[in-house]
């Protein structure tokens, strides 16, 4: 598609709907969603654990290639799991006031925009940027790195206290959590998540964002601009 300033939009999602199933039913995360991203567009997902980040940033990676539009996930996650492994996964990794564990976070998230970047320069036409992301440092940093294409940040929010609960304890049962009982990766999980709720800033100052909440159907806030992706 190609709008009145003849910008190639790869991806023009409207009134975009998940539901899951869930007990006693069908349980709605996504209602009513609608964006669009640019060819060559750096898509970064931001937001809390448990907010449904990976949730959008698959549906929209797979919307995206059924189209016929290279799109590519680049996961921080997954990068510091191949890079560091079972050290990762305590806890302390990500306090902030641990350095060695902030360089290496911030180590995994230039390498992986250094690799979404390249990738982007060959035949990519969509990078998505999943992590975090919940600081307004790191953000900057994205934003400052990324000058060569647009950036359009989308916060995940999850506000229903049920699912979320679920969606934590699901995530316990990934394989680095192997060597743990169900408890103790709970807890090991939760003081991760009360760290990053310790350096948590919502969407504001960023150039292009939008802020939605994946499980109450709305889309609670946004700075659109002419020029926005």
Request: glycine share 6%; with cysteine; proline share 3%.
């Amino acid at each position: 598609i190609i709008n009145k300033n003849e910008v190639k939009i790869v991806l023009k999602a409207e009134n975009l709907t998940l539901n899951v199933d869930d007990e006693g039913g069908k349980k709605c995360l996504l209602n009513n969603i609608s964006f669009q991203v640019e060819d060559g567009e750096m898509l970064v997902i931001t937001g809390p654990n448990g907010g449904g980040k990976s949730t959008l940033a698959k549906r929209i990676r797979d919307g995206l290639v059924t189209e016929g539009i290279a799109a590519k996930l680049f996961n921080n996650g997954d990068m510091r799991r191949a890079l560091i492994g079972a050290e990762s996964t305590d806890p302390n990794f990500y306090d902030p006031n641990n350095k060695l564990g902030r360089e290496a976070r911030e180590m995994i998230c230039m390498r992986n925009m250094e690799i979404a970047r390249e990738w982007l320069a060959k035949d990519g036409e969509v990078a998505i940027l999943d992590a975090t992301n919940v600081s307004r440092a790191r953000r900057h940093l994205i934003e400052t790195t990324l000058t060569d294409y647009p950036v359009l940040f989308v916060e995940c929010v999850n506000e229903d206290q049920l699912l979320l609960n679920a969606c934590i304890r699901r995530k316990t049962t990934l394989p680095e959590y192997a060597s743990y009982t169900e408890e103790e990766a709970l807890a090991s999980f939760m003081k991760r998540i009360s760290y990053y709720e310790t350096i948590y800033e919502p969407l504001q100052d960023e150039k292009y964002w939008l802020r939605v909440d994946s499980t109450a159907n709305r889309i609670l806030d946004e700075r659109p601009c002419e020029s926005s992706p």
